[in-house]
């Protein structure tokens, strides 16, 4: 199993940055892929940013050059430094992984608890 945690939410004026980290703790796994999905309300969950085990890096258009998505592998966590904040950025942001469960060589999903972000105009 696969615990994530994440931190870093807050409200920010426009203009504004902050910066989420997911951490990943357990036993037995290798992450393939880390992703930063969101979901403001009343709209379904979007990929924002993913990376994948080689470090290749994808954003979805609206966030591309203000967003990064970068990790530290010794500690298992990955990062999300969003600048130049939009209040259509507002939504709760969610950590995922893939990960292969060694004992079982099997891929699993696995969420964060999701960390509010609000953009005031």
Known sequence: QVQLVESGGGLVQAGGF?????A?????FSINAWGWYRQAPGKQRELVAGITSDGTTNY???VRG?????????????????NSLKPEDTAVYYCNVDATLIRSYSNQHYWGQGTQ???SS
């Not at 990943?24 to 037995?28: E, I």
Request: hydrophobic share 45%; aromatic share 10%; glycine share 6%.
């Open 18 to 22: 902050l910066r989420l980290s997911c």
């Open 24 to 28: 990943a703790s357990g036993r037995g």
């Open 60 to 62: 979805v258009d609206s």
């Open 66 to 82: 203000r967003f990064a998505i970068f990790r530290d592998i010794a500690k298992n966590t990955v990062y999300l430094q969003m």
């Open 117 to 119: 972000v609000t953009v």
